[in-house]
Structure formats: C-alpha cells, structure tokens
C-alpha cells in the first residue's frame, strides 16, 4: 500500500508541475502577444511622426508629372458665383495665367489666401478651380478673404483636379497663352517661389504670348523648372 501510495503522490506531484509549466508558458505566450500588440501601434505612429518631422521646413516643391506639357484638360463645370452658368475651356483667359485648386476646408489655401490677394493687385490672372468644397462655404471664404479669381469654376466631384495632375489642395498650373501647363507648383505660393520659380516662367510666356508665337521650348525648360 505504501509504495502504491508514494507512486500516487509522485503522479499528482509530476501533474501538478506539468500544469505549472504550462499555466506559466501560457502567462508568457501572453504578455508576449500583449507587448506584440503594444508595439505595433506605437511603431506606426513613431513613423508618422518621423515622416511629419523630416517635412516640416521644407520649401514648396516644383515637379514634373503628367500635368505639364499639355493642354488643360477639358471640362463642363459651374461657374462658382452663378452655379446656372456653364464654364469650358473656351472661357479660359488667351494669355498666360494661374489656375489655383483651393478649397475652404484647406489651411494651406487660407495662409497661401492674402497672397494671391496680392497677385490679384498686382495684375496676375488667377483662375480658380474650388475643389471638393461646399458652395456656402465657398462663397463665404471669398467674401471674408476676398476673391482674387478672374473666375472660379466648381469642381464638386474633384475630376478635373485629378486630371490636372492634383495631388493636394492648394496647387498651381501656370497655363501659357495656348492652353498647355508649363508649370506644377505644389503646396502655397508664397513670395520666394513666386519670384525664385514663377516670375522666371511667367516672363518666358508672356513674352511669347505678346509675341503671337508659341514660347520656346528650350527656353520654357529652363525657366519653367
């Protein structure tokens, strides 16, 4: 009976460590996923915060996409201030000018706004493509800011933006007197790439323009960039 007994006890004994070990691999296995789970979160977000810092500072870029050297594309849009009103590229200015993709809901277009108010004074042909925006809301933001369009055009849907070559509100086309986008500015014009980038580009056009003849290609490379 004795040694039925002491085998007993051992059997209970060895189950009782059996179950400890594996109780104690199943606290491991979970705080293993519960850091796991942690982890992957804070990576992500410590990314985000990474790719947002190595932005900050960095001046408005000018690139080259699918937008530059050739026509705009063409459109049927409403015309802001009178939706009744049916805009196409027949209503475009003939002489090189500024189409600005903006929006009310845009931050960007609100700190980039008192600038182009400034260009309107100084005589620069701005078309204005309201991109995504809510017409109230729209018409609102030019009232309290100031409209520094020639014309505004809705562009509810956002189509003709994106088959301008948009990546983000505001952006820019410079378009010469024949139609075709010489030049994509993305993020705000400010006053050192208007005279760093877009005032070399624009002499180039509007020299041509005044001309009657189509602006020369090598030049258009150079000043356009």
């Known amino acids: 009976m004795t040694t039925s007994n002491n085998e007993s006890d051992k059997k209970a004994q060895q189950e009782s460590v059996s179950d400890l ?13 519960l850091k796991i789970g942690f982890l992957i979160p804070l ?3 410590i990314g985000l915060v ?6 900050l500072g960095k001046p408005t870029d000018i690139v080259t996409n699918t937008a530059l050297e050739r026509p705009v594309p063409d459109f049927e849009l409403p015309l802001l201030s009178d939706t009744s009103r049916i ?7 003939d002489k ?30 701005l078309v204005g493509v309201n991109y995504k925006d809510d017409i109230g809301d729209a ?4 009232n309290r800011g100031g409209d520094p369009f020639s014309m505004s055009i809705q562009d509810l849907s956002g189509q ?16 010469d007197g024949d139609g075709i986008i010489r030049q994509h500015i993305i993020g705000e014009i400010n006053e050192s790439n208007w005279q760093s980038r877009i005032t070399p580009c624009l002499m180039v056009l509007n020299d041509a323009s005044n ?14 960039k």
């Not at 070990?21 to 996923?33: E, L, P, Q, W």
């Not at 018409?139 to 030019?142: E, Q």
């Not at 001309?211 to 356009?224: I, K, L």
């Open 21 to 33: 070990k594996v109780a104690s691999s199943n606290k491991v296995k979970t705080k293993k996923k």
């Open 43 to 45: 990576v992500i977000f």
């Open 50 to 55: 990474a790719m947002l810092y190595m932005r």
């Open 87 to 93: 805009m196409t590229n027949d209503n475009l200015p």
């Open 96 to 125: 090189p000018f500024l189409m600005n993709i903006w929006g009310s809901w845009c931050p960007t277009c609100i700190i980039e706004h008192p600038f182009l108010m400034k260009l309107e004074e100084r005589g620069v042909n």
């Open 139 to 142: 018409l609102g933001y030019l």
């Open 160 to 175: 003709f933006a994106l088959d301008l070559g948009l990546t983000g509100a505001p952006e820019t086309f410079i378009v």
């Open 211 to 224: 001309n009657g003849v189509s602006p020369d290609p090598s030049q258009v490379a150079e000043a356009c």
